[in-house]
């Protein structure tokens, strides 16, 4: 049996058991939707991945794009299947049936991109940059730049991409250097960028860029920026298309995402390359981080996606391979079981589980609330959801990064020596899985973000929220019949994070940051292993609820519960000490000095 | 600067200040040596390794052997190299004068081998492998054995394997089928061997295989499993040597140590494959025993090499990349800073260092032992160090290619995106790395191998000498003034180990072995965490002394102590929530069944 990519059943327990994602329907926005749109819609992507995409994924991670003459050639089977995409309607699935969308909620478009992620990552990247592109133009471009770039955009026409990134402007974007001159009602842009991820391709023949740049004259920082649409073709007065200086000198050689190229731009070498501003001057990097906090959501999806089809691909192993016997065997002539029977290998499997279907309720809930922040009825709602996506979106992007990473070293492991070789797909998805700590922003930046912003937002409010919505899981999981120790454990851990929290805020409020985010990465680490708490608990919940009325696959929810008792008992008691360090504020790295190393 | 693959000064402050490797040439055995020579042969190496295997790394990764009409080619720079490495004297430098060696002690060996290992682990891997062979049959071998193979073996006029796994048994050894016909002299031996390292290649003319295999009628199960020697061209009559019926019908593709082919080996397809017993039959594995043993520490080793090259690469890189500015410098136009000023990036090189440093002693402390276990003058002397020999191979063995890989992927993330290309090396480590927990035994299997044999052995024997040695290490340190809360620390996990130990010994005596095992990989996590805690609770005292003798480079000396301020501080209490879920029994994994995943 080809691997299925995600499990099915447990991803309609998560969206409708777990998060009620049906009742998103009864909401104006989403009236013309039901369960049953939205499980067609999930069909249809997944059997899209299923038949289309994944078969795809070994040919374009052997054979990586090429620059040639100055162009990109992507692999040939890339230029079948985006015809396909486009056709399925991806890039537009979530935007409004105004802009040619389907008006589905974010949190549908999620869970079906998850199976095209977990079937070819690359391949589903082109779709994924130029939703993000457009939303961007949509939200913040002219009603001229609207006009012109949306619909190709949304129909794939053309695809989009994010330059940020500069050799010396990476984690660091208040030092972007590439310039921007007025030239009547455009810009002359010049400088380099670099890793912009399908920044030349032979898919269509536009590619838009954007592009972040400084405008001449404008201020040092980030409030210098400014966000420019900066197409590969531009635009002629008779209405057709004409190269805009916008020169790829150079490729990538990427370890994984093989099929999805990053390039180096120089724009304006010729002094020729035209960009025309989106938004606001000076506002560029804020306007950005529309598209920034949608891909790192979209990251998350991703080491999901990718931890979970390695995790498949395990269990099947484990379950097919013989060998070895019980530990009370001692008869060598009994014949050998297979390796899912040693407690080990279900320690592997039940680690990847808890790590995948714990990282898929996490960004499922965190497209839920975007939902919510956009369109919840109430003011109040919209704001709880968006204070809620904001603290949830650093977590969401790193947890399946970091952990994710771990799952698929482990589904490597249960392969044993065949899962060292590329006869295997287990190694390429390890190499997938490890640009997800590192693009849309490191795992440091992140912690910085959660530590330093999120959970310090509007006085603490969004911790306030979140700490509201893990006692409403944990009384849900009561009502269940869970057992009390396991809600007892997240309630005391939960606390125990909020008086963290404010201790750390509260040298940072006494004029010490870096005393405060000393540990923001192992913050992140021990915040993260919380809020997945909270997703087990809820998942717990839904078990329990669903036995009691004999309703699912008691296979399904026994193995939830499984997987839940492994996060909340194992795992959750873990933080204890990461909690110790940070109060402590242990400082052996604050104190090393460069030269002691 | 060329990265100088492992810190002169810190192996010189372990072997000498930490470990006092100098007071073995005290005993006879070792009576030609003393510093001077101990030092010499390591630089030997060292300069090798700098000058000729690190420049031969990355072509030798881009272009993996080939297997042409049945043979297999390596890097034509192999070619190059092995004569080198033969003329260095490497495979046979800890065996005896009269064995044509250099009857260095395995410590110094180990020490010299490490640089290899992080020049070119692929290149150094046909060495160690015949080396261990070699010592194989030095033990075991007839002496007509001795005398036909021993010589060339030792001056890598032919090269050896070890030849155990096959497609029914990997982990299960039990279940080797390689059958071995009596036929005179020699065994008639047929059947299929897999994962053969260095199984063939064009170096040398010539492959010793030493092949598990089961003699025709023996028992099954372990003790019928005997020891051979398979050469790839047998000796003739007349002194000469034809093919011997060991054909290379693949290889595998692997996706690290890509300098090094693996194979299958197809033993007798025409029923001529001769192989000479080695030792007793049935006593098979027993003797193999004695090369996976020695071949656990060097995959430590190894696992310590390969993430020492990396972390290193990403010292470099972090002192020399500016990107972004302290925390509390807001000014945009002030210079970037090199990213080691960035408290979250040194946490990064601190815990690697913590790794790289603490598993670097942690395998030359192993290496004592078997020195000491080999020549100390003393039987009880020597018994003591077998004990903890054996009770450190699984922890050396294991540590380093667990933590080693976290560290390796550190490195890569110290180099952002750029980490993430195939123009650095940093990618390439992993991928080596990766291997570390699998061949010569899985990580599982060595959580067994502790749990369920070594720190049961003798009573607690083998404990109880760890016990001793590490009050002693406490001891010391109290002496040399470390901080008492370190020594408090150490002596706490300790004591808390053992009660562990002996309540899980309890479980397995009571008759239920499955309850004993059950968190044996977790165990074996925490059982390493307080041995590398003793490693760098060592290398503090030897850190204290030093400064206060004014001895040593302070620098070097406050680098030990922040990183062993980071491990005992920070790492150490981790065991806390792992020890209560050894003692709880929590049984998340044992309970779930197959079909809940």
């Given at each position: 049996?080809?691997?299925?990519?995600?499990?099915?059943?447990?991803?309609?327990?998560?969206?409708?058991?777990?998060?009620?994602?049906?009742?998103?329907?009864?909401?104006?926005?989403?009236?013309?939707?039901?369960?049953?749109?939205?499980?067609?819609?999930?069909?249809?992507?997944?059997?899209?991945?299923?038949?289309?995409?994944?078969?795809?994924?070994?040919?374009?991670?052997?054979?990586?794009?090429?620059?040639?003459?100055?162009?990109?050639?992507?692999?040939?089977?890339?230029?079948?299947?985006?015809?396909?995409?486009?056709?399925?309607?991806?890039?537009?699935?979530?935007?409004?049936?105004?802009?040619?969308?389907?008006?589905?909620?974010?949190?549908?478009?999620?869970?079906?991109?998850?199976?095209?992620?977990?079937?070819?990552?690359?391949?589903?990247?082109?779709?994924?940059?130029?939703?993000?592109?457009?939303?961007?133009?949509?939200?913040?471009?002219?009603?001229?730049?609207?006009?012109?770039?949306?619909?190709?955009?949304?129909?794939?026409?053309?695809?989009?991409?994010?330059?940020?990134?500069?050799?010396?402007?990476?984690?660091?974007?208040?030092?972007?250097?590439?310039?921007?001159?007025?030239a009547g009602e455009h810009f002359l842009l010049?400088?380099?960028?670099?890793?912009?991820?399908?920044?030349?391709?032979?898919?269509?023949?536009?590619?838009?860029?954007?592009?972040?740049?400084?405008?001449?004259?404008?201020?040092?920082?980030?409030?210098?920026?400014?966000?420019f649409l900066v197409p590969?073709?531009r635009p002629?007065?008779?209405?057709?298309?004409e190269?805009n200086d916008v020169?790829?000198?150079?490729?990538?050689?990427?370890?994984?995402?093989?099929?999805?190229?990053?390039?180096?731009?120089?724009l304006g070498?010729?002094?020729d390359c035209r960009g025309w501003?989106?938004?606001?001057?000076?506002?560029?990097?804020?306007?950005?981080?529309?598209?920034?906090?949608?891909?790192?959501?979209?990251?998350?999806?991703?080491?999901?996606?990718?931890?979970?089809?390695?995790?498949?691909?395990?269990?099947?192993?484990?379950?097919?391979?013989?060998?070895?016997?019980?530990?009370?065997?001692?008869?060598?002539?009994?014949?050998?079981?297979?390796?899912?029977?040693?407690?080990?290998?279900?320690?592997?499997?039940?680690?990847?589980?808890?790590?995948?279907?714990?990282?898929?309720?996490?960004?499922?809930?965190?497209?839920?609330?975007?939902?919510?922040?956009?369109?919840?009825?109430?003011?109040?709602?919209?704001?709880?959801?968006?204070?809620?996506?904001?603290?949830?979106?650093?977590?969401?992007?790193?947890?399946?990064?970091?952990?994710?990473?771990?799952?698929?070293?482990?589904?490597?492991?249960?392969?044993?020596?065949?899962?060292?070789?590329?006869?295997?797909?287990?190694?390429?998805?390890?190499?997938?899985?490890?640009?997800?700590?590192?693009?849309?922003?490191?795992?440091?930046?992140?912690?910085?973000?959660?530590?330093?912003?999120?959970?310090?937002?509007?006085?603490?409010?969004?911790?306030?929220?979140?700490?509201?919505?893990?006692?409403?899981?944990?009384?849900?999981?009561?009502?269940?019949?869970?057992?009390?120790?396991?809600?007892?454990?997240?309630?005391?851990?939960?606390?125990?994070?909020?008086?963290?929290?404010?201790?750390?805020?509260?040298?940072?409020?006494?004029?010490?940051?870096?005393?405060?985010?000393?540990?923001?990465?192992?913050?992140?680490?021990?915040?993260?292993?919380?809020?997945?708490?909270?997703?087990?608990?809820?998942?717990?919940?839904?078990?329990?609820?669903?036995?009691?009325?004999?309703?699912?696959?008691?296979?399904?929810?026994?193995?939830?519960?499984?997987?839940?008792?492994?996060?909340?008992?194992?795992?959750?008691?873990?933080?204890?000490?990461?909690?110790?360090?940070?109060?402590?504020?242990?400082?052996?790295?604050?104190?090393?000095?460069?030269?002691?190393?």
């Amino acid at each position: 049996m080809p691997n299925p990519l995600l499990d099915d059943r447990g991803l309609s327990f998560i969206l409708y058991d777990v998060l009620d994602a049906g009742a998103l329907a009864r909401w104006p926005h989403f009236a013309d939707h039901g369960r049953e749109t939205f499980d067609a819609w999930i069909d249809l992507c997944r059997r899209f991945a299923r038949d289309v995409l994944f078969p795809s994924y070994r040919p374009l991670d052997a054979e990586p794009p090429v620059l040639r003459d100055g162009a990109v050639q992507v692999h040939p089977l890339l230029r079948e299947i985006w015809p396909r995409l486009r056709e399925l309607g991806v890039i537009s699935a979530a935007r409004p049936f105004d802009a040619g969308g389907q008006q589905l909620p974010a949190t549908i478009a999620l869970a079906a991109n998850l199976y095209l992620q977990a079937g070819n990552c690359a391949a589903y990247g082109f779709a994924g940059l130029t939703s993000g592109a457009a939303h961007l133009v949509e939200a913040f471009g002219s009603p001229a730049l609207r006009d012109r770039w949306l619909a190709p955009m949304h129909e794939g026409a053309c695809t989009g991409t994010m330059a940020l990134t500069e050799p010396q402007a990476g984690s660091s974007l208040a030092d972007v250097r590439v310039r921007a001159t007025p030239a009547g009602e455009h810009f002359l842009l010049s400088g380099s960028k670099i890793f912009i991820s399908g920044g030349d391709h032979d898919l269509t023949p536009n590619v838009v860029h954007m592009v972040l740049a400084r405008v001449d004259g404008a201020p040092p920082g980030t409030k210098g920026v400014s966000l420019f649409l900066v197409p590969k073709l531009r635009p002629t007065a008779d209405g057709g298309l004409e190269p805009n200086d916008v020169r790829v000198p150079g490729l990538i050689h990427k370890i994984g995402w093989r099929g999805l190229p990053s390039v180096i731009l120089a724009l304006g070498e010729s002094g020729d390359c035209r960009g025309w501003l989106v938004g606001e001057p000076g506002r560029g990097l804020a306007h950005m981080f529309q598209m920034m906090n949608e891909a790192r959501i979209m990251i998350g999806a991703n080491g999901v996606a990718t931890a979970s089809v390695a995790y498949l691909e395990s269990l099947a192993y484990a379950q097919e391979r013989p060998q070895g016997r019980p530990l009370t065997d001692r008869d060598p002539l009994s014949p050998q079981v297979p390796i899912v029977g040693h407690a080990d290998v279900r320690r592997m499997l039940l680690r990847q589980k808890a790590i995948v279907e714990g990282g898929l309720a996490l960004v499922l809930l965190a497209a839920l609330q975007a939902d919510r922040a956009s369109h919840a009825p109430s003011p109040e709602a919209r704001h709880r959801a968006q204070l809620l996506l904001d603290l949830l979106t650093p977590v969401a992007k790193t947890f399946p990064a970091e952990k994710g990473f771990e799952s698929n070293a482990l589904a490597l492991q249960i392969h044993g020596g065949y899962g060292y070789s590329s006869e295997y797909l287990v190694e390429a998805w390890l190499r997938d899985q490890k640009l997800n700590s590192i693009h849309e922003g490191t795992t440091g930046i992140q912690g910085l973000d959660l530590l330093g912003r999120k959970v310090v937002a509007e006085g603490g409010g969004a911790l306030r929220v979140l700490g509201e919505e893990i006692e409403a899981a944990c009384a849900r999981a009561d009502r269940a019949g869970v057992d009390p120790a396991w809600t007892a454990g997240l309630r005391g851990a939960t606390a125990e994070v909020g008086a963290l929290t404010m201790e750390l805020a509260g040298r940072g409020l006494a004029g010490d940051p870096g005393a405060m985010l000393l540990h923001s990465s192992d913050f992140l680490e021990l915040f993260s292993t919380v809020v997945v708490a909270w997703t087990w608990m809820l998942q717990a919940a839904a078990a329990r609820e669903g036995l009691s009325a004999g309703r699912g696959s008691p296979d399904l929810l026994h193995g939830k519960l499984a997987a839940a008792a492994y996060w909340l008992r194992f795992e959750l008691p873990r933080i204890g000490p990461l909690v110790a360090a940070c109060r402590e504020g242990e400082d052996s790295y604050a104190r090393a000095r460069p030269e002691w190393f």
